[in-house]
């Protein structure tokens, strides 16, 4: 694709969210499938190691920046980005279009109370047809054959993975020749959680001010640090050792 940027082994495609969301809608009308991920600081220090990780993430036709460090760190190396795309807002405004271009959507991932509540939330706020269907995202590698059918016999436009990384980014990167009928694959993490209701966003001035993953930090504190004050001290590293270079 046009566009696309390189930093820190990782492609990123300088795509604004409006840029984004016709693409993707291209991409459905013309029935072709597009593979979308997004990467924030933590998945690239992940990225570095992570062999199966990094060509899953590299060999997806749309990569956007998802963190507001990423952002910085382009204009820091002299390739700077528009602006971030967040997945759980591209993730949103996805579903907004399904509706004005009744597409049908396929959710995967989280508890099951977790993605019924979003499932049935979209139900009320778009309309019934507007969800192909949904499951749970605990299943072991034997059952995965079966959803993916299962996924595909729904006949889906859309399908979002909402489990934690690099679980998702590899599902849909081994799997994505079978679920080729489905239009746009894309990971959206735990954005499930956020849109039932069972985890709090951080405010706009957080996100903002690239300061979202204190917020998340905050609320999950045990299960956060190392994500977060650890890979993201990582990423400045590797950003300054770049720059540097």
């Known amino acids: 694709m046009p566009q696309r940027i390189h930093i820190l082994n990782t492609k990123i495609d300088n795509y604004s969210m409006q840029e984004t969301l016709q693409i993707v809608d291209k991409s459905i009308q013309q029935k072709e499938q597009l593979h979308h991920t997004v990467v924030n600081a933590g998945k690239i220090v992940a990225m570095q190691k992570d062999e ?9 036709d749309l990569i956007n920046a998802d963190g507001q460090a990423v952002i910085w760190a382009s204009k820091i190396l002299n390739k700077p980005l528009k602006e971030r795309v967040a997945g759980i807002d591209l993730f949103e405004n996805l579903v907004k279009l399904a509706h004005q271009k009744e597409y ?8 099951q109370d977790v993605v019924e509540t979003v499932a049935n939330n979209f139900k009320q706020n778009y309309n019934p047809k ?3 269907g949904y499951r749970n995202g605990y299943f072991s590698a034997a059952e995965e054959k079966q959803i993916v059918e299962k996924i595909v016999a ?6 979002f993975v909402a489990m934690s990384s690099p679980k998702k980014e590899i599902f849909l990167h081994k799997h994505r ?5 489905v239009n746009f694959i894309m990971g959206v993490g ?3 959680d956020v849109l039932s209701g069972k985890t709090k966003r951080a405010p706009l ?4 001010s690239g300061l979202e993953w204190f917020y998340r930090f905050a609320q999950e504190p045990k299960r956060m640090w190392k994500r977060y004050l650890v890979g993201n001290t990582k990423f400045i590293l590797l950003v300054l050792k770049e720059k540097l270079k």
């Open 154 to 159: 729904s006949k889906a436009n859309m399908l």
């Open 130 to 132: 507007i969800i192909a």
């Open 205 to 208: 001035w957080m996100q903002n």
């Open 104 to 111: 049908s959507v396929y959710l995967l991932g989280a508890k």
């Open 177 to 181: 020749e079978a679920l080729k009928a």
């Open 190 to 192: 735990g954005s499930f």
């Open 52 to 60: 199966a990780l990094r060509e899953s993430v590299n060999e997806a």
